[in-house]
């Protein structure tokens, strides 16, 4: 069973910095897609960016240009650094791997508010 664990959630204000980290208890380089999700109050959870197994980095909306996602093979981390950061960022974000098979993992999510 894989298991991911995220921490570096917190407060910060507009126009701040947070980073997010996700603990992978697998071999990460076997993944075939990991990814970041956030779910906004009273919405449904949704993509914000992810990485292959390539290194090849997507995000979806708002995220583009202002996020920045990494993964570390080596110590089996995903990052999302996240600036410029706007009111509509909050949420809980989860890191989320999908395996060979097609299987998804999801850790239990990290809280992210954001105030003017």
């Known amino acids: 069973q894989v298991q991911l664990v995220e921490s570096g959630g917190g407060l910060a204000q507009a126009g701040g910095s947070l980073s997010l980290s996700c603990a992978v208890s697998t071999d990460i380089t076997r993944a075939v897609y990991v990814s970041w999700y956030r779910q906004a109050p009273g919405k449904n959870r949704e993509l914000v960016a992810g990485?292959?197994?390539?290194?090849?980095?997507n995000y979806e909306g708002s995220a583009r240009g202002r996020f920045s996602i990494s993964r570390d093979n080596a110590k089996n981390t995903l990052t999302l650094e996240m600036n410029n950061l706007e009111p509509d960022d909050t949420g809980v974000y989860y890191c989320n791997l999908r395996d060979a098979r097609w299987l998804e993992f999801w850790g239990q999510g990290t809280h992210v508010t954001v105030t003017e």
């Open positions: 990485v292959n197994r390539g290194g090849v980095a």
